[in-house]
């Protein structure tokens, strides 16, 4: 049989796949974008509450302390209207702060959130318009570059936010690919914010991966029960542990769940069995750490010029603003 012909018409064919051709490969390794269902993004919101998990808390600073800088920066001084487009929104806390101030400041923009998750739109637009009335919002529910080619002839400038560390869970090749196409779809004169986490002290990196709290073994863990409950599967998360590390030469911080014992998990919902040796290591996630030199690298070969970097007090974490 194959997944395709699964009985169980709620079974999510595309999830089913991936999970699938993940755990046959050697090493075995799964997505880290099924760790968002709606367990995971409770999760996530947890982690960015953490003391540990600095990242979040850099970049508040930062759009905090610098918002009438970043303001300027983005209108060059110019009164004419333009489109501020954000990649993956989330709960927009963080953007918030700066869309409070570009309000008040008479900033002539509409506010354009990208998702695909309808949802998670909803959200953010309904709160948006209760917190701050005059703001001009207009979500689109699309894939991140259907959604910036659609707007790409509309004659207004677009500043870009990627905010988070979102890249971060790109390899260095997609992540070429991803803002190589990003690039495409925009105009000269265009710009991006990219948040990006730098390297630094590592054990800083490694304490943001593996709280003592065991919240990010639990963000880790909760695809595993996730699969359970969606391809009707038995793994037993008590017999994986959480096991990040970090290679301060490539800036890669990659999280595993390992296999404590041998044993065989059953797929029942695609009739599919998995062997585990003892120790063997699921790679669950990417969470790539950049220094400068990287980043003006990463900006030129994609066919951006950088403006200005956006620093914490601490230098941890940049917001890169760049021109096409
Ligand atoms: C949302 C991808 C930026 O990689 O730091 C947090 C996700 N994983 N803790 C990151 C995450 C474990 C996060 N990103």
């Known amino acids: 049989m194959t997944i395709?012909?699964?009985?169980?018409?709620?079974?999510?064919?595309?999830?089913?796949?991936?999970?699938?051709?993940?755990?046959?490969?050697?090493?075995?390794?799964?997505?880290?974008?099924?760790?968002?269902?709606?367990?995971?993004?409770?999760?996530?919101?947890?982690?960015?509450?953490?003391?540990?998990?600095?990242?979040?808390?850099?970049?508040?600073?930062?759009?905090?302390?610098?918002?009438?800088?970043?303001?300027?920066?983005?209108?060059?001084?110019?009164?004419?209207?333009?489109?501020?487009?954000?990649?993956?929104?989330?709960?927009g806390l963080k953007t918030k702060v700066l869309l409070r101030h570009m309000v008040a400041s008479e900033v002539d923009f509409t506010y354009m959130p990208?998702?695909?998750?309808?949802?998670?739109?909803?959200?953010?637009?309904?709160?948006?318009?209760?917190?701050?009335?005059?703001?001009?919002?207009?979500?689109?529910?699309?894939?991140?570059?259907?959604?910036?080619?659609?707007?790409?002839?509309?004659?207004k400038k677009k500043v870009v936010l990627f905010l988070g560390s979102n890249i971060g869970n790109l390899t260095l090749a997609e992540a070429k690919g991803f803002l190589n196409h990003l690039s495409e779809n925009l105009n000269k004169g265009d710009k991006l914010l990219i948040g990006m986490d730098l390297k630094k002290d590592p054990q800083v990196i490694l304490d943001a991966y593996n709280d003592k709290a065991g919240i990010t073994s639990s963000f880790n863990l909760n695809l595993l029960e996730r699969i359970n409950e969606e391809l009707d599967a038995d793994f037993d998360v008590e017999a994986f542990q959480h096991f990040p590390n970090y290679d301060p030469i490539t800036g890669q911080t990659k999280s595993y769940l390992i296999s404590k014992k041998e044993q065989v998990v059953k797929l029942k919902g695609i009739e599919e069995e998995i062997k585990f040796e003892a120790w063997e290591p699921i790679y669950m996630e990417l969470s790539r750490k950049y220094d400068l030199k990287e980043i003006e690298a990463l900006a030129h070969e994609s066919g951006f010029e950088i403006s200005k970097h956006f620093f914490d007090k601490r230098n941890y974490f940049v917001d890169s603003l760049w021109e096409k």
């Open 114 to 155: 990208i998702d695909i998750s309808a949802n998670a739109l909803s959200k953010l637009t309904q709160s948006l318009k209760s917190e701050i009335q005059a703001l001009h919002v207009k979500g689109i529910e699309n894939d991140y570059f259907k959604a910036l080619h659609d707007l790409q002839n509309d004659g």
């Open 4 to 91: 395709n012909e699964t009985k169980n018409p709620k079974m999510n064919t595309e999830f089913a796949k991936d999970i699938l051709q993940g755990l046959s490969e050697n090493p075995k390794s799964l997505p880290s974008k099924y760790f968002y269902d709606t367990k995971g993004d409770k999760l996530f919101q947890d982690i960015m509450h953490m003391d540990e998990y600095y990242l979040t808390n850099c970049e508040f600073e930062i759009f905090t302390n610098q918002k009438e800088a970043l303001t300027k920066s983005f209108t060059d001084g110019s009164n004419a209207p333009f489109e501020l487009v954000e990649f993956g929104a989330g709960d």
